[in-house]
């Protein structure tokens, strides 16, 4: 379990340096399933040498548990920083829509420039999803 729980601090601390893009968080990932395949195995063989895993498995279900939540707090933090963002952004957009009526070039340059600021954040937010949709999924394995 604490590999696993090292494969969860390494892809917290990649996106944190590299974001949703980085290469690596493919390798991670992979490590993550290895893991928890390589966890179900030992307590499968237990279980053939007829042990009870029902306690062990317990027990790494709820260490799973709380790493679970502190990696959901992290995506939630990181969905709150980019939705105020792009809320800001909307706010600077609609504030020079006003203003354009005057017809200056420098707002409609500045619209522009915000909007694909905005747009950008956008996709900054499905990818931050999309990895931790993935991770989920991965620890969702060990559920089942």
């Known amino acids: 379990m604490s590999f696993l729980a090292e494969r969860l601090a390494e ?3 990649i996106l944190d340096a590299i974001g949703p893009e980085a290469e690596e968080l493919e390798t991670t990932q992979r490590n993550m399933r290895t893991h928890i395949a390589r966890i179900e195995l030992i307590l499968e063989k237990n279980k053939n040498k ?3 895993p029902t306690v ?3 027990h790494l279900a709820d260490s799973l548990s709380r790493y679970q939540k502190t990696y959901a707090d992290f995506f939630e933090r990181k969905r709150i920083k980019l939705e105020g963002k792009e809320y800001g952004l909307e706010v600077n957009i609609n504030g020079l829509k006003d203003l354009e009526r005057t017809e200056q070039e420098g707002d409609k340059e500045s619209i522009e420039k915000l909007t694909k600021e905005r747009k950008e954040v956008g996709t900054k937010k499905k990818a931050w999803q999309e990895v931790e ?5 991965i620890l969702k394995l060990w559920e089942n």
Do not use: P, S, Y
């Open 11 to 13: 892809t917290r601390l």
């Open 50 to 52: 007829g042990e009870n």
């Open 56 to 58: 062990l498995k317990k």
């Open 133 to 137: 949709d993935k991770t989920t999924a």
